[in-house]
C-alpha cells in the first residue's frame, strides 16, 4: 500500500532501531491481509484516468460522501476507509487497490474484501467503466493517460526513467495481489521465506494472468514479472539476502541499508533523494536533517522485491486474480507458510538458488500453465501433495480445507487465467471476471 502516513518523528541514534523495524511485536500463528489491485477500464478494455467527470478520482469522492472515510492529499482524495476497516489506495495509473486489514480467519478477509469490492463495482459501473482483475492493461501505453496526483509518484516516476526501461510500465499498466503473513520469531521467518521461494515459479505458473499488451498477445503467459523485472534491480527481483540461511532482522536491515533512498517528507513536503544509499544520508544527511524512524519506514516502502519484509512476510508476485483464486491462494499460502511447526513439504521442491530461482519465475510468467522446472518434479507430480499438505496447515489453524478448491480446480484444469482469455465484441481482448 503506498499511501503514506506517518510512523515515528525518533530520531534514528542506534542500528538496534533500523532492525527493529523488522521484528513483529505481537504476532499471531496464520494472521494474514491481502492487498487486491484491479485496474479500471471502460468497455473497450483501455484505462480509466484519476480525472474528470467519469474517473477513478470521482468514485472515490461518491464513496467519501456515501461513508467512506477519505484520506486528502492537498484536498485531493486519495484513499478511502472502509466501513470494516482496511485501506482502498490508488496505484500511479489510477489502479484501485483494496487492503485487507490483518485477520485470523480467511473467510474475513474474503468477506471484506467481497464487500469492498462490491461498493467499488457498484460506484465504478454508475460512472460507465468496471474494476478487472488482469495482471496488466491489455491496451494502451504508460504515458497515454496522466499519472494519480501524488507528489510520490512524480518523484518514483523521475527515478525509475533513471534506472530501467520498463518502470513507467509497471507504474501505470501493472496490477497485483499481495499477502502478507505474521512470522512468530527469525526461525519462523527464514523457514517461511525458504518455502516461498521454492513454491514461487509453480504458483506463478498456475495464476498467471497478463497475456496481453498493447492489443495483442505478448507471447508470455504473464508479462508482468519481466516488466517488474526491468524496473529498477537495485530495488525488485530476489535479492541474494532471502536465500541466505542466516536471514535475520539485521540482515534485513542491512539491505535495506545499502537501497537507494528513493524519498523524504519534510515539513508536509515530499523530496527526492539524491542517489545515496539510506547508510549514506544517515551519515551525512545535510539540509535534509537528522533523520527519524518515519523516514526509515518510508524508505523501506520503496523497496520492492518479489518478498518484501518488514515486521511481517510479503509475497508480491503474483498477478491481480479473480477473487476466488485470491482467496484459494490465500489459502495455499497460509497453509503452507503460516503454521509455526517445521513440516516436510519444501522438501517436495528444488532447494532454492538464486541465479536459477529468478530464471525460473521468469520461464514460468512465460510458459504459464505449460512450465516445468528445469531441476525438480513437474507441477502435476507435486500439487496434489502439495495441497494435502496444505489442507493439513490450514486445519492445524482452525481453517477450511475447502478454502483450497477454487485454486485445486485451476491447477486441476492444466490451465492458467491467461488462457481464458478472449477476443470479445470488435476483437477486444478481455480477460476474466473479479468474480465478486
Known sequence: MSTYRAASHRLVESFSQLEAYFVPDDPREGRMGVEWELLPVWPGGRLVSFGGRGGVGRLFGNLAAGGYGAVRERRRIIALEPPGGGLVGLEPGAQVEMASPPVLRLGALETHLRKTGRDLQAGAARLGFELVPWGMAPYGGPEELPDVPKARYALLAEHLRRTGDRGRWMMKLTASTQ?????????????????????????????????????????????????????????????????????????????????????????????????RSFREVLSRSGPLGPLTLDDWALHVSGLFPDLRMRAYLEVRALDSLPLPLVVGAAALLKGLLAPHRPSSWPRLLPEPRPAETRRELLRAARLGAAWAPVRGPRPAQVWPRLFAAAGKGLAALGERETLLSPLEVQVASGRCPAQEWTRGTGGLWRGPAAGL
Open 179 to 275: 499477502f502478507a503473513l505474521d512470522f512468530l520469531d527469525e526461525e519462523h521467518l527464514r523457514r517461511m521465506t525458504d518455502g516461498a521461494l521454492r513454491l514461487l515459479p509453480y504458483l506463478l505458473a498456475a495464476t498467471a494472468n497478463a497475456p496481453v499488451a498493447a492489443g495483442r498477445r505478448s507471447g508470455h503467459a504473464t508479462l508482468r514479472p519481466l516488466v517488474w523485472r526491468r524496473t529498477d534491480p537495485a530495488r525488485c527481483g530476489l535479492p541474494a539476502h532471502l536465500f541466505s540461511k542466516t536471514l535475520s532482522a539485521a540482515s534485513l536491515a542491512r539491505y535495506a541499508l545499502g537501497r537507494p533512498a528513493l524519498f523524504f517528507v519534510r515539513a508536509g513536503r515530499w523530496v527526492a533523494g539524491d542517489g
